[in-house]
């Protein structure tokens, strides 16, 4: 999905980035956005142990939004990957981004969400959502392979096949859970 999202965003060498929304996808965001060359990426969320984590994995800043607003943090970013899904996350990340920004929507969030229509327009910002992943997975195995995307900082725990469900309801239950992995084998 990181992959993909930065080939969307055209993240190259240089992009300034905003992460919304440090889950897994959003890390893997953060770090796929940094492997493609973004030379400054901050990634926002309420979790402070995820945000932790994405120190540890090489954002330039990060933003525990319970604390502060976005508009105050001085970040003028040419690309929003929204991975929060989070309605008011959205809007004001959009409210962020540069003129002639680029904004791709990763996360799953409701049916409909409040997008700043004119402040899309005024800064002539680019829209676009995200579902598959076609054709990204070389790349993908290429940048988990170098270590330039860790995968394994991700996983805060392992379940077996007769543990699935504890496994699925992990993340709500413990806020240092980031990625529950199954393994069927157990």
Known sequence: MGVWACAKARVGPGTR????????????CMQAALAFGAVEVMITDVNPVRLRLARELGASAT?????GRLSEAGFD?????????????????????????????????????????????TRELEVTGTFRYANTWPRAIALAA?????????????YGLAEVEQALKAGGRDPEVVKAVVRPQE
């Open 17 to 28: 980035v905003l992460v919304t929304g440090a889950g897994p996808v959003g890390l893997l």
């Open 63 to 67: 933003l525990d939004v319970r604390d």
């Open 77 to 121: 970013p040419d690309v929003l990957l929204e991975c929060s899904g989070h309605p008011a996350a959205i809007g004001e990340a959009v409210r962020a981004v540069a003129r002639a920004g680029r904004v791709v929507l990763v996360g799953m969030g409701g049916e409909e969400i409040p997008l700043p229509l004119a402040h899309v327009q």
């Open 146 to 158: 170098s270590g330039r995307v860790q995968l394994d900082a991700l996983v805060t725990g392992h």
